[in-house]
């Protein structure tokens, strides 16, 4: 499913300008500083067969992140609402809104003004939200930067070996007057720090959807601690379930930014299984502080009864 588009809020939109221009600007850096530099032609057989790959990590980049701008994230279904008969939660799941009933880890966007079914963030660098429709591809699009930043190294990396050795070894002065030396060391700087911050966060979100997790249940959990009403692990129902409720349930579909009839995502994004363990421990856990609270108060009254 797609969502509608604007052309110029996509256009006004500078983070998502500011990574498609980075991901040029490191793609042109990379042809002229790799292929087409003269400074040395060592190791020039290893860099073409390397650039293949990167080739195609690139286009999966770009595909992976078209499809995170112009999917939707999930809708909640018209009279979803008229299904629940608890009263006290239809009140807490109202959105004032947009004036509809939301389901169980569904929440409003107050950047896209609209209600997201099982969101997980608010991407400025894609200018969309990450929802129960287009995770998968938020999560390929970062596995596919992963894969371009690694190869990116590798190849830029026999082009500084040289670079280094001449000048541990050569007159550096002379080393320094060569126009190309310096672009092709601040390139492989920039690659490498920007690997190391988008693999942190690429393990992060790997960790979420093997876990059945999203970032606003973190969130959620770090700010009421102990007193949030959902478990952390709630929804946590092994890692093949979470999986298949993220990436599709055709495994031939995985590695592509996209998922046909047979391979949707598992489930409807509205109704969550719940891991049974983890609703029991929170239970005890609730009693136990309660028998608790409860065995405090009356031993601080004890001592008023006597007097």
């Known amino acids: 499913m797609y969502r509608e588009i604007q052309t110029e809020k996509i256009l006004s ?4 300008l500011g990574v498609f221009f980075f991901i040029v600007a490191v793609y042109a850096g990379m042809v002229y500083l790799t292929l ?5 032609l060592e190791y020039t057989e290893i860099i073409i067969i390397a650039w293949i790959p990167l080739q195609i990590f690139y286009v999966m980049v770009i595909w992976s992140m078209a499809r995170c701008i112009i999917s939707d994230p ?3 279904p018209i009279y979803w609402g008229v299904l629940l008969d608890d009263q006290e939660q239809k009140k807490r799941r109202y959105c004032l809104i947009c004036h509809i009933f939301k389901p169980e880890r569904c929440h409003h966007c107050s950047t896209c003004q609209r209600c997201v079914l099982n969101m997980d963030h608010h991407c400025p660098w894609i200018g969309n939200c990450v929802g129960y429709q287009n995770r998968k591809f938020f999560i390929l699009f970062l596995l596919y930067i992963n894969l371009s930043v690694l190869f990116s190294i590798v190849i830029i990396g026999f082009k500084v070996y040289p670079i280094i050795m001449d000048l541990l070894f050569v007159d550096w002065r002379l ?6 030396v310096i672009p092709t060391l601040l390139l492989a700087t920039i ?5 190391a911050v988008i693999f942190n966060f690429f393990l992060f979100h790997l960790d979420l959807v093997s876990t059945n997790k999203t970032t606003i249940d973190t969130l959620e959990v770090r700010r009421n601690g102990n007193n949030a009403q959902i478990p952390l692990n709630a929804y946590d129902i092994g890692i093949k379930e979470n999986w298949l409720q993220v990436m599709g349930t055709n495994p031939w579909l995985w590695p592509f930014p996209m998922f046909g009839e047979s391979g949707r995502p ?4 509205v109704r969550w299984e719940r891991n049974q363990n983890q609703l029991t421990m929170t239970e005890q856990n609730v009693t136990h502080r309660t028998q608790t609270n409860q065995n405090q108060r009356s031993e601080m009254t004890q001592p008023q009864q006597r007097v």
């Open 175 to 180: 080393l320094i007057e060569n126009f190309i």
């Open 36 to 40: 087409l530099n003269p400074y040395s």
């Open 74 to 76: 999930g809708k909640v």
């Open 191 to 195: 690659i490498l720090v920007f690997g």
């Open 13 to 16: 939109n500078n983070y998502l």
């Open 266 to 269: 598992k489930g409807d994004g």
